[in-house]
Structures are given as C-alpha cells and as structure tokens.
C-alpha cells in the first residue's frame, strides 16, 4: 500500500479501479479499531464496475504508522486529515462514504469542507448525542488510558470474547476470526498506538457531533443512508431521524444486516453508491 505524509500525519491507503474512470472517486472512511479492510469487498465491487476508489487507513487504533507523539488527535483533526487526503490527491467531486465512528468524521468533514464532498452515503453510524453509542461508550471510558487499553485489547486476544458484544459481536453478523485479530493487535502490540488512540477517545465528546448536526441541513449534495436494520447500536430509527436532517437523502433499509453493512450485505452498499453517482445535485 503506498503512504502519503499529511499535515497531521502519515497515513497508508489502497486504490482501486481505473485510474480514467468516468465515475466520481469514492472515498472509504471507517471506524475506531477497523482499517480499509472494512470496505474489500465493496471497493472491489465498484472497480470491476469501473469506478475509482481509495480507501485510506486512518490513526483509529487499527493503523500501524503512529503519529507523531506531539499530535493532537480529535474527531476534528480526522476530518481534516480526509480533507487533506482529498487535496493532496488531487480527487475533485468526491463520493464520501462512512460507516460506524468514519460515519461522523464524514459529519465533520461536510460541516467545514462541503465544498470537496460532491455526495455523501452514510452506512450505521454515529449521529446527534450517540457518540458512541450504549454499550460501546462504557467500553470506550475504559480505553481512554493506553495501559487500560492495552489491557481490555489482552483481554480480546480469545476470539469468543473478541466477537462477544463488548467486542464485535453487535458489529457484524459474519466476524472473521483473523480479521479481528489483526485489527486489535496494533493498539495491543505498540505503545505508540494506543497512545493515538486513547488520546482520540478522551477527545470525543457527544455535544460536539450533536453541534455538527444542527447544521447538516446546510448540506444540500445528494445523500444516501444505507442502514443495517439489525442493527442494536445504531438503531433503524436513528438513521431515519439522521437521513431527515438532510434536504436531499434517500434511505436505503438493508434487512439482516448490523452495523458493518459492508461485510454483511456488501451488495447492497456497492449497488448504493453507483446509484447516487448519477443522482445530480438539487436544484433551487
């Protein structure tokens, strides 16, 4: 995977489909403890199809490049660590796609840089004052420490409490064992890392993204929610009461799919994206 040194970091990202696409770029953004694996099957999905998409592993306590030890990492320092992913790859007209906490980095992101976002595709996220949601804030208090949080990612390591519903369970129907492993061994393994994301997690605070949604409606770019109905975290009614905060949003109901639709339902997430692609902007 090639790597690109932003302002607030060094990141490692993948690209897919053809570089002469005619399509808009997507641009992937996943959550706390995941990396761009989260998005597989669907980016390489829409590259047979021949779109372009890059999907970047952000500083989320799945990367393995820290920051530097004088970084401040913030939801708002995220947000714009994407946008500057964005420039720096010269990426116009931008499908913004996110799932899980990557969900309300997209928040943040269309709240100070609508103007790189052409359209954006929501998949269960956070939203308003759920950031994060029961049970997953208990959890997270706890990891606010990197001795603390290496401690519970320890605790982890068994599979059967990894994919227990303090873990990944509420996340994702079909868990694959090795795929976990991999995305709790960074924080586990490497001091640096639970150090970036500890310092995330003191960091979020559910007034800030419930600030940021008094002024979705200001973003008037095509939306598409696709949203997990089996979802416990992030309930069918939260999505519905997201999707109405935006002027043009169409809510795309995904039944037997959580909160990662794109590893359980990935059809139904790629088929979205290509369909909003040739959504044009609203008029008037």
Known sequence: MPEITLPEG????????????????????????????????????????????????????????PLDARASPTPKTSARMIRDLIVELELTDVTLVGCDTGGALCQFVIDEYADHVGRLVLLNCDAFDRFPPAPFKQVFALMRGPRTLRALMNAMRPTVLRHSPLGFGLLVKRADAELTRSWTEPSRTDPRIARDLAGLLRSIRPADLLEVSNRLPRFDK????????????????LGKRLADRFPDSTYVAVPGARTFVAIDEPDAVSSAIESISHRPPRSG
Not at 38 to 48: G, H, I, K, P, S
Not at 232 to 237: A, E, I
């Open 222 to 237: 095509p939306v598409t929610l696709v949203w997990g109905q089996d979802d416990r975290c992030f309930t069918p009614r």
């Open 10 to 65: 060094t990141i490692a990202y993948r690209v897919v489909g053809p570089e002469d696409s005619l399509h808009p770029t997507v641009l992937f953004v996943h959550g706390i403890l995941v990396d761009h694996r989260l998005w597989t099957v669907v980016a390489d999905q829409l590259a047979e199809r021949g779109y372009r998409c890059v999907i970047p592993t952000l500083p989320l306590g799945s990367h393995t490049i």
